[in-house]
């Protein structure tokens, strides 16, 4: 009865750019599917930050409307709001409805696991095997909840390198499969997210590579930059840069280990016979910056190097060896898995399938030309140690010299367009400025020069998609 069900693969990285050169590294990965598959090369996260884009991935919801504002309980992330009205339509629910066999490994929300959210003892609904992380993105000294049950790992590289723990139980998973029903996989594992430790066979490895000199690498945003960017410093020290340096190697480390995990799994279902009736699909929850207007490292800033993520799939169907254009989002994923999967997709979903494009370049999907970028900004109710020029409750991730990456009023809207016509985005923020920005991306792809009209203007433009 399951004859003509495909398998399915996703392997989805944590906080892994493209602006940045982030796939150059993945040399096996890139020659996987670079032959045998589609390369979406204008790819976008909703919402640049971890929790808010896995719950759109999930969901298939813009954030405003599955409520996952942040990455913590009271902003939504994994809470007992979000376990009982979304997490619960989750688009693998469906699958497991419809008789697949379903497993899910590494980094799931980053609240996952704790206390007074369902501990360890959650297994959000439709995953049959579940190895989900307790927390945010880690390599080593870490907890999982093993279906249920709390597994501890150590820092033994050969034993406990999250990435490598990802993989085998991957491995073994497929192992286990055979012909009575179809599979789902959902792979997560921590790289290239901070604290950024490879595992020690790749320690010294691009020993002579830096992070790539943006013409918005370590320049303050200037007068003409939402407040955050304007508290920047107009120029980053050299051990600024030296970090920012190092920080850009150990990434690409990381991703050597995803590399080596994807190429045994591509080998395994090759081994298997399952490659031609399986869709592998890589990609990653948010881009990152390394320097961009003097921010040192983070995501949640809604330009291009926050906002673009890789996306590659392969499978029955699929056509070889090409690029698409067409502009396409995190909250697509959803619905793209159960098309493919030959399941209605949920009229409530806001992403829209583009399994058409895989298959057939002169299908037009819907006339998509723009969509919606939002970001809820955080702050600490705590003084920021050593740094008396911040009040409690303006800003967040301060990690150097005073340099923060979020504040509260890094709140924003953006409409981004995109299409033969037009390559535009222009942002409103929730701050008490009435601020906006805004950036012809043809002409200024590096965004340099604010060209916002008025507050007016980009409101009417900004808020007419959400109405
Ligand atoms: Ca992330």
New binding site residues.
Partial sequence: MFFNLPNFVVILT??QDVALAGLTPMKKTYSIFKKHGAEFTNMFVSTP??CP?RASILTGKYAHNHGVQNNSISGNCNSINWQNNYENKAFITYFKRKGYSTFYAGKYLNQYGGKGTGGVKHIPVGWDKWIGLIGN?CYYNYSLSVDGKLVKHGSNPEKDYLTNVVVDYALDFLSDQNETAPFFMFLSPPAP?APFLPHPQYKNRFSNKSAPRTPNFGIGGGKKKHWLLRQTPKTLSESEIRNIDDVFRNRWRTLLSVDDGVHEIYVKLKRMGLLENTYIVFT???GFHLGQFSLPWD?RQLYEFDIRVPLLIRGPGVRKNIEIKHPVLNIDLAPTFLELGNIPVPKDFDGESFAPYLKNSKERLSNRTSFIIEHQGESTNEQIPGCPQYKPGEVHTCEIDCICEDSWNNTYICIRKLSDEENFISCIFNDNENFGEAYNITKDPFQMKNIFPSFEFAFHHVKRPLL
């Fill in positions: 944590d906080d930050l971890c884009s993105s997210h990653s929850d948010n995501k």
